[in-house]
Every structure is written in structure tokens, then in C-alpha cells.
């Protein structure tokens, strides 16, 4: 990109299949192919140090292990706790083999937390459950993630993209992002029945995947005809997408605000657009947007409470816009990138 330095190189990792982080048994076949992938791009690269985040578990051990063996630094930028999640979603999958496999995955974690040389976690919520790997508090450093203020300028509501699908002049209820096992996609196709004799009011998912897949069977099914479901969209039109939107959606399952942050809320702020969020209270995405008065939140178990917000937006243009604007203004005060490399920096050097 325009102004990145000469030396900023990014490699994509091909596995022979594509990962599918869903099938226990295969799982850990795909994680060594993808870890012998980054051992050997390791051993050819020869950095200083190796900042490792969302990598696989399996894979994850192996890219330590070979810094580990020509002494290079490593650092485990969790972003969320793996293997606290594969426990909660196996167990309830396959509830012996799934629980055993979690177990697995949550002690293979622990160790990595433990040998790693330095530990960015990105709330103050995941301290606890680092701290009880044994991990040393002084190797536990708190960034919070952040948005490319940059790549996201804000965008009228009528541009290229919402007019191609016909949505400039509905209003739009946007979800764009990952649907897994840890989203509730029922809460999407609840919403959309309660609009669905208003055919101004418009529910449009872009993702793909497990949930993705639920939505189109239930649309099919039940007839739900104001439900738009789309694959995932090129990131240079993100703006145009998310500036689409009347109102931005995040979905996360209850047990699953103890391990994952919805990041996908701090690109929202950036698009100013006010936020329905449908997590635990207690996350930390939840806690931003009630502070900043940018959305309404609501458990994931209060449906009509998620329905009521949701009319509540549609109905009042001037509480949207204060909403959108409270977003906006917290993205620019506080995704400072300068700031934030510097803390990474500090972190790599020490």
C-alpha cells in the first residue's frame, strides 16, 4: 500500500486444503501442515523476534519451537484464548471426544503462554485466565485492538455498492463478518421476521461459513424474503459497505464473551454508524459501546430486548445519529497508531 517502507512484506501461508477449524479429526493435520509452513519460513527469514497472533494452536507450538531452537524472541498476541473456546464448542459438539480434545488444546495453550517471552492480550478480561497458566504478571502486556481510522472513511448512505444491490433507499440492519460457533445466527433470522411485513426495512448478512449456511437454509425455508444474504465482500469496498448501513450488528454467544472480542464493533465505530450489539455485558466491546453511548447492548439472551433496540433505531433518525457521531469521535481519539506501535516496539525491544 502507498507509503508502506520498502522492507514491510506480506506472504500468504497455502495449505494443499482449505482450513477447516470445525473437524476435530482433521484439524490437527491441517495445524502441522501450517506450522511446518511457518517453521520453514522462519528458519529462511531469520527475524529477531516473531509476533504470533490467530495462529492455530498446533501450528502455533511448532512456529515456537523453531524460534525457540535458533533463540529468537517470541511473543503470543492473543486475541482470543483458543483454547478456551475449542474446549466450551467441542465439549458441547461431541461431548467426551470434544471435551478431551478441548482439554487438550487448553493445556497446549498454557504451556505456549507460559515459555513465550513477552504476552499482548487485548482486554483486561483475558489477565486472569493468562495469569492462571502461571504465566509472570511482568510478561503480560494489555493493547487493546484498534481500526484503520484511515481505511475507513465515513460514506453516504447512497454510494456504488448499496445502490448495486438495491439498498440505498431501505433501511439497512448490516451483519459483515465471521459467523461461527460462537454466533447466534437464530437472532439474525428473529430479526428479520419481526420487519418482515416493512419492505423498507432491509436484514443483510455478508459472511460465509456454518452460520452463513443456517441463514440460507432458514430463508429458504420459512420464506424470509427480507433477509439478504451475500458472500464476503473485497476489503477495499469495506467503507461503501458499512456506510450501506443504518445500523451495524455483533453477535456473540454468552459463554463465549470469557474468550473473544468482537473487533469487527472498532471498525463499525469507524464507519459512524450507531451499533446493536447482542453480547455478554461484561465484554469489553460491550463496555465501549455503553460508555461511549455509540449503540444499544443487549444480552444474548434477551431477543425481544434485541428486537425492541432495533425498533428503537429505525423509529428515532436523531438518536442515531448521536449514536454514530459518539462512535466516530472515540475511533479518532483513540486508534492512534503511532501510539500503539510504539507499545509494541517497547514490547519487541525489552
Known sequence: MTGDPDSFNVEPMGLRKPFDRYRLFTRPFQERELGQLLAKKIAAFKPDAVVSANTPLGAQSMLFDKCAAINKKFIFWVQDLLGVGIKSNAGKKIPII?????RYYVRLENTLLRKSDNIVIITEDFRHMVSRAMVSEDKI??????????????QDKANPWSIKHGLADKFCFIYSGTMGMKHNPELLVQLSKAFKGDQ?????????GLGAEYLKKKKASEKI???????????????????????????????AGLFAVPSKVLTS??????????????????RIV????AGFVVAPDKIDDFISGAKTLVSDKALRRTMANNGRLYAENTFDIQRITDQFEKIILS
Open 98 to 102: 470434544g471435551d478431551l480434545a478441548g
Open 269 to 286: 465505530l469507524c464507519a459512524q454508524r450507531p451499533l446493536l450489539l447482542s453480547v455478554p455485558l461484561e465484554n469489553l466491546a460491550a
Open 200 to 208: 423498507s426495512v432491509a436484514i443483510v448478512v455478508i459472511s460465509e
Open 290 to 293: 455503553n460508555e461511549q453511548k
Open 141 to 154: 502486556h494489555v493493547i487493546r485492538n484498534w481500526a484503520p481510522l484511515e481505511e475507513i472513511p465515513v
Open 225 to 255: 424474503e427480507n433477509l439478504l444474504l451475500l458472500p464476503f465482500q473485497p476489503f477495499e469496498i469495506l467503507p461503501m459497505v458499512l456506510g450501506s448501513a443504518d445500523v451495524l450488528l455483533a453477535i456473540l454467544e454468552a459463554d
